[in-house]
T-cell receptor, first 114, second 120 residues
Framework: EDKVVQSPLSLVVHEGDTVTLNCSYEVTNFRSLLWYKQEKKAPTFLFMLTSSGIEKKSGRLSSILDKKELFSILNITATQTGDSAVYLCAVVLINTGTASKLTFGTGTRLQVTL | ETGVTQTPRHLVMGMTNKKSLKCEQHLGHNAMYWYKQSAKKPLELMFVYNFKEQTENNSVPSRFSPECPNSSHLFLHLHTLQPEDSALYLC???????????????????FGPGTRLTVL
């Protein structure tokens, strides 16, 4: 059975801290790994990772994939209260033509306090 | 505001009611998806539509019936639901694209705001 596991399940940090969120996976037919941020309703896309060892960066957020050890991390530096959200990791499993099948982890709930 | 809209945003229904959820994407995508998000559980894929054709049904009970009249619209028809069906229902869409050098296709999905469904 395909599995995506995120840790920790929840995290409380102070503004300015750096956090690392983890995502490990055991799936067949791995294609890519996605990170999403879900604040209230709609998950918003952050990164897509397809190759090992290549860091993706967007402002204070960065992510990297290790396809040998089957995990990815999402780093957030100098956290702000606006970073408070649930961070979802998803693995793209199948590319049947134009559609893709995602398997999600349960998410990490991050709370940034003043 | 995302390019994927969903209506209604909240729905309360009895177990004998029939209702429909609507999703519309304005991104020119060619694949659409229904997900169910329950408390403390991962997002669960329910249905996938590729150019209006259903390509995935993830063992969803028949009380959920999807409809995709065109590549921009997706419906989820609900009838005789159970209280355990109460959840956030999210619609997503994606577009096929090639990665270029590797020649493979990777599809990030863009989500709508969801419909919070409560079944009494």
């Amino acid at each position: 059975e395909d599995k995506v596991v995120q840790s920790p399940l929840s995290l409380v940090v102070h503004e300015g801290d750096t956090v690392t969120l983890n995502c490990s996976y055991e799936v067949t037919n791995f294609r890519s790994l996605l990170w999403y941020k879900q604040e209230k309703k709609a998950p918003t896309f952050l990164f897509m990772l397809t190759s090992s060892g290549i860091e993706k960066k967007s402002g204070r957020l960065s992510s990297i994939l290790d396809k040998k050890e089957l995990f990815s991390i999402l780093n957030i530096t100098a956290t702000q209260t606006g970073d408070s959200a649930v961070y979802l990791c998803a693995v793209v499993l199948i590319n049947t033509g134009t559609a893709s099948k995602l398997t999600f982890g349960t998410g990490t709930r991050l709370q940034v306090t003043l | 505001e995302t390019g994927v809209t969903q209506t209604p945003r909240h729905l309360v229904m009895g177990m004998t009611n029939k209702k429909s959820l609507k999703c519309e994407q304005h991104l020119g995508h060619n694949a659409m998806y229904w997900y169910k998000q329950s408390a403390k559980k991962p997002l669960e894929l329910m249905f996938v539509y590729n150019f209006k054709e259903q390509t995935e049904n993830n063992s969803v009970p028949s009380r959920f019936s999807p409809e995709c009249p065109n590549s921009s619209h997706l419906f989820l028809h609900l009838h005789t639901l159970q209280p355990e069906d109460s959840a956030l229902y999210l619609c997503a869409s994606s577009r096929f694209r090639w990665s270029g050098t590797s020649g493979r296709a990777y599809n990030e999905q863009f989500f709508g705001p969801g419909t919070r469904l409560t079944v009494l």
